[in-house]
């Protein structure tokens, strides 16, 4: 089969209010169509194949990366997110290419240290526009990946783009000037946002418990938790914790994703959403959760921002990471001449320094702004 008998397939199996490849609004720069794959196929290869995507493996989630092996990274959390936002996509209809394209880049733009790291850059960026990571993830793919020589980024299509931008309500915020602001994105990018959460939420608690921030008795005032795991026990009486726990961490995601579908084939049903505009025309939010799950979602995630996130552990940690970024901010800024030559050029040829900085600290990994540190302040470490 070629790229227009796939098309022909997504015109006789998607849904109507799905986005169509060969609808596809096209790329800044002209490329020729290939041969058997479509457009938003070639947009998640390209993702996948970046230099962005690789550094995630050894960027924080909850854990900095020489906390332990077997927690989560950003690329973990980045293919458990793809994965969710696929079974959700195959089940209402949608293009599972595009779905899974903008959940692969969703976090391209985060920095080492997780929302610690961002948090400090964007202070450290306050006179110079500031920093968040959708818009980080939408510069790399639009501007920062060098792997063309007819254009910088990926030069990915107008719906991926638009996905990153509008990664999450409200759809009117400065980084979607472009992408018709105030307007919805298809229903493709839409899922990505609470599949991201429905994959952190689950995989965080198991994290939480194989590090002992968490415990069993913690997570039992949780009424999700207790509810999954009072069913998941009962069913496997002599299996132990640690089955229990992987089997309610698989029910609960389970669960959250099952809800969701069901509750976004209502309100397509209900709203009479009949093609893509209607879709964007809505003017209400159509993915999200039923009344009792939305209840239960957000007693979920209040537990884990105070019992997880500001445990004192992670919140050392955090300020940890918050000094080296800010020790490696003033360094640069303060002697451009320690920048690597192809960083330096940047801003040689004009561009701004606090930006050419911000965009070489927020691509690096965890370990390799640690040892970026001591290089520059350890006396005793080479450079």
Known sequence: MDRKAFE????ATLAPYAMQSRDSRGRA???TEHGFRMAFQRDRDRIIHSTAFRRLE???QVFVNHEGDYYRTRLTHTMETAQITRTIARALRL???LAEAVALSHDLGHTPFGHAGERILHQLMADHGGFEHNQQSLRIVDLLEERYPAFAGLNLSWEVREGI???S???DRPLAQAFEPGRAPCLEAQIVDLADEIAYNTHDIDDGLKSGLLTSEQLHGVSLWRAIFGAVSAQYPTAGFRIWRYQVQRTLIDTLVTDLIQTVSTRLREWEIENVDDLRDSGRPIVGFSPRTEEMRLELKAFLMH????HYRVMRMGVKAQKVMADLFHAYIDEPAQLPPHIAARWQKGEALARVVADYIAGMTDRFALDEHRKLFDP????
């Open 8 to 11: 022909m397939l997504e015109e």
């Open 29 to 31: 720069h002209a490329e």
């Open 58 to 60: 050894y960027k924080t």
């Open 95 to 97: 293009n599972e290419d």
């Open 165 to 167: 931008a509008k990664h």
């Open 169 to 171: 309500p409200p759809y």
């Open 307 to 310: 019992n997880l996130y500001r």
């Open 380 to 383: 005793a470490e080479r450079t």
